[in-house]
Structure formats: structure tokens, C-alpha cells
């Protein structure tokens, strides 16, 4: 079945550094969705990219979806401790809405 | 903003008896909602699909006899975990998409099987 990977699994920055995770399915993805869940929380959406090479900005949040639609980068600039959470990207591939969750990056930021 | 409530958001039962889930679309009407479980520090893991007033589509590998859904309307989903067992502690999530296709999770429920 699809799998969808993601790195690194934990990532400790100190506030201010950037941060980088990186998503990659085993098969081709008709859009890729980026969520983040804070410790306790449920998953709150993030974006959704649905072109091949597209790049969209969301303030220091940047989101690419790779040109074969099979793996996506979420960076986060200079991060602040608000930023800390579980970042998971979530593909659709096959219709039906269904979504199958990358494995998560954990993110924690130190002062 | 599309919300989606679910209750209980804790639970604690014991082991044997049925718990069960209530997922609502609070302003709007879904289509479809998903089912997800989470265990701790683990990503979500989706069960089944519902549609409202037909039968569940489950994951490989989920029990459907275990993990009755019920999706009785266009706002509301039920998931009834049937005789639980500790291994069943878990976070359930739901997820409920409208016309636009995104999906709108719920809040969750924390579920303990003592």
C-alpha cells in the first residue's frame, strides 16, 4: 500500500535557526496536505498544494511539492517557541479524499 | 470556518464494555467523514470512511465487527468500539469533508481501556 516517509523524525532548534522536514510517498500524489499538532492537540491544516513544482508561502512557512508529485519540504524561518508541534504531511493519491499521513516530525525549539 | 465537534473528548472505560464516539459537522454538511487512530507519538493511522447512509469502507486490517460506524446523517458519524480491550486505548480522531473536499478534523477523543 502507499506510504508516505518523512525526516527527520525529531528536529531541537534553538529559536531564531530554520527548520526543515522533508515528506516522500512511494507513489504519486494527486495534492499533498501539511498539518500541525501541538502536544495533546488534534491536526490542524496547514495548506494543500496540488500543482507539480509548486511553492506557496504562508509568513516564515514555506511549502514546495516536488516536480513528480511523490515528495514535499515544509521550511520554517527563523523559528519562534510557537512553532513547536508534530508536522505532518498527508497525501491523496487515487481520489476519495483519503488521506494517508506521513510518519511526522516532531519539532522542538529552544530559547 | 468549518468546525467539527466530537464527544466525549475523554473516556475512560473498562475492558469489555462498548464506548462510543459522536463525530459532529457543526455548520456544515459532510459528505464523507474519516475515522483516524492515533497511538502516542505515532502519526494517524486512518480506520474507515463513511458516507452518510451507507456502509463504512474500513482500512485493511480494522475489524469492522469491533469498530462500528454509523452514519446516520449528513452532520453526524458514530463510532462504537465493541468490547474493548486495553490495546484499543488509543486517540480517535475524526475528519469530515464538505463540498470543497478539505477535510476538517474534530478535536479527538482520548480513550483509556483499563
Known amino acids: 500500500g502507499q506510504q508516505v516517509m518523512q525526516i527527520p523524525q525529531y528536529q531541537h532548534v534553538q529559536e531564531g535557526e530554520d527548520f526543515t522536514t522533508y515528506c516522500n510517498s512511494s507513489t504519486t500524489l494527486s495534492n499533498i496536505q501539511w498539518y500541525k499538532q501541538r502536544p495533546g492537540g488534534h491536526p490542524v491544516f496547514l495548506i494543500q498544494?496540488?500543482?507539480?513544482?509548486e511553492v506557496k508561502k504562508q509568513k516564515r512557512l514555506t511549502f514546495q511539492f516536488g516536480e513528480a508529485k511523490k515528495n514535499s519540504s515544509l521550511h520554517i524561518t527563523a523559528t519562534q517557541t510557537t512553532d513547536v508541534g508534530t508536522y505532518f504531511c498527508a497525501g491523496e493519491a487515487g481520489g476519495g479524499n483519503k488521506l494517508t499521513f506521513g510518519t511526522g516530525t516532531q519539532l522542538k525549539v529552544e530559547l | 470556518g468549518a468546525v467539527v465537534s466530537q464527544h466525549p473528548s475523554r473516556v475512560i472505560c473498562k475492558s469489555g464494555t462498548s464506548v462510543k464516539i459522536e463525530c459532529r459537522s457543526l455548520d456544515f454538511q459532510a459528505t464523507t467523514m474519516f475515522w483516524y487512530r492515533q497511538f502516542p507519538k505515532q502519526s494517524l493511522m486512518l480506520m474507515a470512511t463513511?458516507?452518510?447512509?451507507?456502509?463504512?469502507?474500513?482500512e485493511q486490517g480494522v475489524e469492522k465487527d469491533k469498530f462500528l460506524i454509523n452514519h446516520a446523517s449528513l452532520t453526524l458519524s458514530t463510532l462504537t468500539v465493541t468490547s474493548a480491550h486495553p490495546e484499543d486505548s488509543s486517540f480517535y480522531i475524526c475528519?469530515?469533508?464538505?463540498?470543497?473536499?478539505?477535510?476538517?478534523f474534530g478535536p479527538g477523543t482520548r480513550l483509556t481501556v483499563l
Open positions: 463513511s458516507n452518510e447512509g451507507s456502509k463504512a469502507t474500513y
Open positions: 475528519s469530515a469533508t464538505g463540498l470543497l473536499d478539505t477535510q476538517y
Open positions: 498544494l496540488v500543482k507539480s513544482g
